[in-house]
């Protein structure tokens, strides 16, 4: 697989300006981004991505551009799954992640926990549905569940998730299939699920479980 060198945050990767406008990743070896689309995951999210490099030519670094701000005090996760890979015989460098802070530290809070269907008590689908589940973490004040999560996650074959470098405060957790990879919930159209009372994160929490149903089953409760 490609060995990441170094990129143009330094190492501490803590006190990033806020006016930072792009990550750039270096590698040792010409890289392609296979499906980068549906694998890159940025967290807080920052909505106007204006470049990624490379396209459909290979190179020996990554580079993302945007035209957002970004928040003061919040650590940021690009976390690229498997989509780097080596140019000449395409072994991945599997989940990748990138991160760094605009304040005087890394979050190093997580939650982690499966995804099981509601109607079956398993979440291994016998269809390709089961790739597209992601989990999500909707900050207090978000009252709209039909924007991007504040934090989001995929959920891996076996229905676990992780979902790091979190900042303390009070969530809504929520899983919900992501057929079109937008990163939004579509209601009416997939699967949702949620815990029910919100999260006080202020410790780092196990084996939560969240259960799917069809989203008119499921949305009355939120």
Known sequence: APKFLGANI??????VSTSLKELRLNFDEYVMLKDINKNLIISPPIKKIKKIIPSNLANKYILIQWED???PNTTYNFNFGNSIVDYNEGNILPYHQFVFSTGEKLDNLYISGTVTDGLSANIKAKNEKTKNLVVGLYKEDQTDFRQKPYYITKVDDDGYFELNFLS?????????????MNSIFDSGKEKVGFVKDKIDLS??????NIRLYPSKKALKYI
């Open 203 to 208: 410790k780092s929490i196990s084996n939560k």
């Open 10 to 15: 330094d190492t501490s990767r803590v006190r």
């Open 168 to 180: 303390p405060g009070k969530y809504r957790l929520i899983a919900f299939e992501d057929e079109n």
């Open 69 to 71: 701000e970004l928040q």
